[in-house]
């Protein structure tokens, strides 16, 4: 229990330790700056409770084999799956919130662009989260064991935010083309989090742009299909790959 405590507590706090270390370096930056790659960051702390928090329990109860049981018992599948997403959320949250209380703590500014920037928010986070919940099923299901389904989430959350220049907040570290990133599952939520969380308005002197802020409402719809995908895509493996059952309830 001490062990799973340990690990719980440094799963939520890394992000806020490793934008802290960015943010201490003493290179002159404005605040709004902060703001976005504190965002940025926070997002790869929501991605990695998703990823390895969430797919580090999985994989134990796949070890010690509770699935053979849960197998016996009158447990629906997608409720399982929801109860696990539910706690994934729960966390994934502290893990970004606590990124944003380090940003603030350095200086970073914050503030809504309006009354839609709440839902819009909430809804970016949570439908990201559901989305890399599901992409940690197969990672663990396919790693076979614990310890390399933890490298395995792990190597891909931090290498989706290398690789996307933090997530999508500073673009010209990313060699992927500027317009891809509006489109990315980790890329668009965190954009569209720095749009509606961060008072700015010239993103290119702020070096989140280009490509162009993810404003148009088609990029919400985009969203939303990524999350109803995942739903889908969870529920199939839960039930196929976990429960040893048809790919649909």
Known sequence: ????????????????????????????????????VSIGTGVLGSM????????NQLATDLEDRRYVAYRSMPISPSAELTGRMAAGLVLAAGAFTATLVAGLATGASYGLRGPESVPIALAAGALTCLFWMVVAIPLVVVAGNERVASMTTTLVAVGAFVLTGLNGTVPAQSPIDGPVLNYLPNTLPTRLLVYHLVPAENWTGLGVAPPAMPTEPAFLALLAAYAV?????????????????????
């Not at 062990?3 to 709004?32: C, D, R």
């Not at 995908?229 to 309830?249: H, I, S």
């Open 48 to 55: 990695f409770v998703c990823l390895y928090l969430f797919g």
């Open 1 to 36: 229990m001490r062990n799973s405590g340990i690990m719980l507590l440094w799963v939520l706090t890394f992000p806020a330790i490793m934008y802290l270390l960015q943010a201490t370096q003493g290179v002159e930056t404005s605040a709004v700056a902060d703001a976005s």
């Open 229 to 249: 995908l995942a739903t889908v895509a969870g529920t199939m493996l839960v039930n196929r790959m976990l429960y040893d059952q048809g790919w649909w309830p």
